[in-house]
């Protein structure tokens, strides 16, 4: 089963758009909302390498559906994040 690209592009947006997550330290809250991100990316794209992952994804956006990549572009921009709808 492959994740929906709104879905994939949704977790690509949230780790893109969000580089202080990424860099948060030691902040609990906020390095465990990333660590959620990064795994979800992981399983959602099959991959163990974390550094991978949003690689593997942007290359499955790039070969999706023509009207599925337009609604999850659209996802993207509304801020809303899935994260946990993977699947």
Do not use: I, N
């Not at 992981?42 to 163990?48: D, N």
């Not at 990549?69 to 699947?87: I, N």
């Amino acid at each position: 089963m492959m994740t929906h690209p709104t879905v994939l592009a949704g977790l690509v947006a949230e780790y893109e758009t969000e580089p202080e997550l990424r860099t948060a330290g030691s902040r609990r809250p906020v390095r465990q909302q990333m660590e959620d991100v990064v795994y979800t990316l992981c399983v959602s794209t099959g991959t163990q390498d974390m550094d991978a992952a949003p690689a593997v994804a942007r290359e499955r956006l790039s070969t999706a559906w023509l009207g599925e990549v337009d609604d999850a572009e659209a996802m993207a921009r509304s801020g809303r994040s899935s994260h946990r709808a993977a699947g």
